[in-house]
């Protein structure tokens, strides 16, 4: 079972919707990301959080809007999105990052997949 | 520049043979860390394998092997005695020192009973 917990799993909302994508990790790790992913293509980052601070926005559309509580939750708040967003959203954590990481490795949840009507 | 890339876009194999996914990295940076993962269709991607540049020794768990060659820039996993559950996407990643990760393609595994 994954560590990282997404919900929800399956979004459909409409271009004047107002939405919240949620991830949790109870790993301690102190870096949280929001990749997106479009069918038969590798993820694309667009979020780091680091010691709850966002440390990275890969130039992602002020429609995305990330919030970090605290260090074990990542939230995506979604609005007026278009259809072209619609796509498989992934948190991911890991232990640490920037130039003090020393681990790497990315844990990633299932996804929530987002259709936008 | 950091690049992947997996030149194998769909492989399918029958259930018992065998199967080799190629992965190629570019990078100018002396430290760097490689990764395999594996995305089956519920979406998830799991964390298979992690190689930092300095270690080229051969790895082995279970069914699975990887081949890291500084010489060639590669890092290719090899799957024994494949099963249907193999069934995947596999994504081979780059990761520079202090940096964010770069994917491959991507090859998609069908393992046929």
């Known amino acids: 079972d994954t560590e990282v917990t997404q919900t929800p799993k399956h979004l459909v909302m409409g271009m004047t919707n107002k939405k919240s994508l949620k991830c949790e990790q109870h790993?301690?790790?102190?870096?949280m990301y929001w990749y997106k992913q479009k069918a038969k293509k590798p993820p694309e980052l667009m979020f780091v959080?680091?010691?709850?601070?966002?440390?990275i926005n890969e130039s992602v559309p002020s429609r995305f809007s990330p919030e970090c509580p605290n260090s074990s939750l990542l939230n995506l708040h979604l609005h007026a999105l278009q259809p072209e967003d619609s796509a498989l959203y992934l948190c991911?954590?890991?232990?640490?990052?920037?130039?003090?990481?020393?681990?790497?490795?990315?844990?990633f949840g299932e996804g929530s997949r987002l259709t936008v009507l | 520049a950091q690049k992947v890339t997996q030149a194998q876009t769909e492989i399918s194999v029958v259930e018992k043979e065998d199967v080799t996914l190629d992965c190629v990295y570019e990078?100018?940076?002396?430290?760097?860390?490689l990764f395999w993962y594996k995305q089956p269709p519920s979406g998830e991607l799991v964390f298979l394998i992690r190689?930092?540049?300095?270690?080229?020794q051969n790895e082995i768990s279970g069914r699975y092997s990887w081949n890291f060659q500084k010489s060639t820039s590669s890092f290719n996993f090899t799957i024994t005695a494949s099963q249907v559950v193999d069934s995947a996407v596999y994504f081979c990643?780059?990761?520079?020192?202090?940096?964010?990760?770069?994917f491959g393609p991507g090859t998609r595994l069908s393992v046929l009973p």
């Open positions: 990643a780059l990761r520079n020192y202090g940096q964010n990760f770069v």
């Open positions: 959080y680091s010691y709850e601070k966002l440390s």
């Open positions: 990078t100018r940076d002396t430290t760097y860390y």
């Open positions: 790993m301690g790790h102190r870096a």
């Open positions: 991911a954590s890991s232990q640490d990052w920037g130039h003090t990481s020393n681990t790497g490795e990315l844990f």
């Open positions: 190689r930092n540049s300095f270690d080229e």
